[in-house]
């Protein structure tokens, strides 16, 4: 026996009994279950008859063995029997009922936990393939800006024009494409012209120009990208249209020929109540027509998002909803949720008769798209100069998209009052209510040449 002093319980494996079957204490292997012992014959030592199954109140106490002078002993008795005396292989004792079993293995356990990890690692590996998919099936963000012109030659497959598309920068990826194509049952497209693809596209938008067809042969195509100044948007209707001139086209928005439900009669000025869009017209189109054709867009448009309800949604005119879709146009970064933040900015100032500062509204009454503002161009004053003047610029300052006008009459909820560009690529702005804590994004981003 090992001394207590140089016991390891470290090194002692676990012992594991398990109930001995009945029969096993006479030192002969373990009786069968009682169904098959009662179904075959069990030899028995000569002079003995062979095993009886008894009730437990009939059983007679363990008669002494022949030729034994022991008394028979009790469990009790057994239990205290001295160590160096070998135990009677034929009596049953307490410790006679179990068996040593072998400890269980940890093998079980490592496959288990080897199995968890794997299913595991699988799972991230699934979930980031299918968030890498969503992206290029839908980029975040809103597209960007139309491409010119994409010509689907005749006899392209899908393939092809998967290719294509993501050459052109509609799409991120002509692969995933084909197959979300193939999920979709979509297709096949027709061979022509198509005009109305966005980079940054997500596959039903790409999908959704496809399905609408190529532009006529015949036809002409005038695009108008959102933001644009009135001014410029004549100049790109006479380049796509030569029979038109600027003159021709400004003289019939003078002439009165043009009508909208939008302009008040007192504004002389139709800037901001034309739809930035894309159009198709005939050749032989004459100036009202398409003009009018942009002007009844805008009413559409404007009717669907509850422009003819203003004053009731907003406490503005339609007009001034207009004005402020404008601004909110020129003003924009590239998050989305940007529209509806300087929407709050312009309400709130409004709201507290504050001037806007809108630099984009000063360069307009200066007759200049784009630039920095010196301290002579901010002392001038013009009406649309919103770093002196309160309010709003007396007339819109651009042509505002769908978009911009639907943050118009239902801004953001927040209480921001200041905003600064922070970054140019992409373009966007920090917003606050606190005028320290706007001054200094404004001082860091100088500070990182963003303006």
């Given at each position: 026996?090992?001394?207590?002093?140089?016991?390891?319980?470290?090194?002692?494996?676990?012992?594991?009994?398990?109930?001995?079957?009945?029969?096993?204490?006479?030192?002969?292997?373990?009786?069968?279950?009682?169904?098959?012992?009662?179904?075959?014959?069990?030899?028995?030592?000569?002079?003995?008859?062979?095993?009886?199954?008894?009730?437990?109140?009939?059983?007679?106490?363990?008669?002494?063995?022949?030729?034994?002078?022991?008394?028979?002993?009790?469990?009790?008795?057994?239990?205290?029997?001295?160590?160096?005396?070998?135990?009677?292989?034929?009596?049953?004792?307490?410790?006679?009922?179990?068996?040593?079993?072998?400890?269980?293995?940890?093998?079980?356990?490592?496959?288990?936990?080897?199995?968890?990890?794997?299913?595991?690692?699988?799972?991230?590996?699934?979930?980031?393939?299918?968030?890498?998919?969503?992206?290029?099936?839908?980029?975040?963000?809103?597209?960007?800006?139309?491409?010119?012109?994409?010509?689907?030659?005749?006899?392209?497959?899908?393939?092809?024009?998967?290719?294509?598309?993501?050459?052109?920068?509609?799409?991120?990826?002509?692969?995933?494409?084909?197959?979300?194509?193939?999920?979709?049952?979509?297709?096949?497209?027709?061979?022509?012209?198509?005009?109305?693809?966005?980079?940054?596209?997500?596959?039903?938008?790409?999908?959704?120009?496809?399905?609408?067809?190529?532009?006529?042969?015949?036809?002409?195509?005038?695009?108008?990208?959102?933001?644009?100044?009135?001014?410029?948007?004549?100049?790109?209707?006479?380049?796509?249209?030569?029979?038109?001139?600027?003159?021709?086209?400004?003289?019939?928005?003078?002439?009165?020929?043009?009508?909208?439900?939008?302009?008040?009669?007192?504004?002389?000025?139709?800037?901001?109540?034309?739809?930035?869009?894309?159009?198709?017209?005939d050749e032989a189109v004459t100036a009202q027509e398409v003009l009018q054709a942009m002007a009844t867009k805008m009413e559409?448009?404007?009717?669907?998002?509850?422009?003819?309800?203003?004053?009731?949604?907003?406490?503005?005119?339609?007009?001034?909803?207009?004005?402020?879709?404008?601004?909110?146009?020129?003003?924009?970064?590239?998050?989305?949720?940007?529209?509806?933040?300087?929407?709050?900015?312009?309400?709130?100032?409004?709201?507290?008769?504050?001037?806007?500062?809108?630099?984009?509204?000063?360069?307009?009454?200066?007759?200049?798209?784009?630039?920095?503002?010196?301290?002579?161009?901010?002392?001038?004053?013009?009406?649309?100069?919103?770093?002196?003047?309160?309010?709003?610029?007396?007339?819109?300052i651009a042509l505002p998209g769908e978009a911009s006008l639907a943050a118009a009459i239902e801004p953001s909820d927040g209480?921001?009052?200041?905003?600064?560009?922070?970054s140019n690529d992409p373009p966007q702005h920090f917003f606050t209510d606190d005028y320290d804590e706007f001054l200094e994004?404004?001082?860091?981003?100088?500070?990182?040449?963003?303006?």
């Open positions: 026996m090992t001394p207590p002093d140089e016991f390891d319980h470290l090194d002692v494996q676990p012992v594991v009994r398990q109930r001995r079957r009945q029969g096993a204490a006479d030192g002969g292997a373990p009786v069968e279950d009682a169904s098959r012992a009662a179904n075959r014959q069990v030899p028995t030592e000569p002079g003995r008859a062979g095993p009886q199954r008894q009730r437990p109140q009939d059983q007679e106490p363990q008669r002494q063995r022949p030729g034994s002078q022991e008394p028979q002993r009790s469990r009790a008795q057994n239990a205290q029997r001295p160590q160096g005396r070998r135990p009677d292989p034929r009596r049953a004792t307490a410790d006679d009922d179990y068996v040593v079993l072998p400890p269980p293995t940890s093998g079980a356990r490592r496959l288990f936990a080897v199995g968890g990890a794997a299913v595991m690692v699988l799972a991230i590996l699934i979930g980031g393939l299918l968030l890498w998919a969503s992206r290029q099936v839908d980029p975040s963000g809103e597209p960007g800006e139309l491409v010119a012109s994409v010509v689907v030659p005749s006899g392209s497959s899908t393939e092809a024009i998967a290719e294509l598309l993501a050459q052109e920068g509609v799409i991120s990826d002509a692969r995933m494409f084909r197959y979300y194509v193939g999920w979709k049952g979509a297709g096949p497209w027709d061979a022509g012209e198509y005009v109305d693809f966005r980079t940054d596209s997500s596959f039903d938008e790409a999908i959704e120009v496809l399905d609408s067809g190529p532009v006529q042969a015949q036809a002409r195509v005038i695009r108008i990208i959102e933001g644009r100044r009135l001014s410029d948007a004549l100049v790109q209707i006479s380049e796509q249209l030569p029979a038109l001139t600027v003159e021709v086209l400004q003289d019939t928005l003078d002439s009165g020929a043009v009508t909208s439900a939008y302009k008040p009669p007192e504004v002389a000025s139709w800037e901001g109540l034309l739809f930035p869009d894309t159009y198709e017209f559409d448009v404007l009717d669907g998002l509850g422009y003819d309800k203003a004053e009731t949604l907003q406490g503005r005119t339609a007009y001034e909803l207009v004005t402020i879709a404008s601004l909110i146009e020129k003003e924009t970064g590239a998050p989305a949720e940007e529209r509806g933040m300087i929407s709050r900015v312009i309400s709130n100032r409004l709201d507290d008769d504050e001037t806007l500062g809108i630099d984009a509204s000063v360069l307009y009454g200066l007759g200049r798209d784009a630039g920095e503002l010196t301290r002579s161009d901010l002392d001038t004053e013009t009406p649309y100069n919103t770093r002196i003047i309160t309010g709003l610029p007396p007339t819109p209480d921001w009052r200041y905003y600064v560009l922070v994004a404004k001082s860091d981003a100088q500070a990182d040449g963003v303006f």
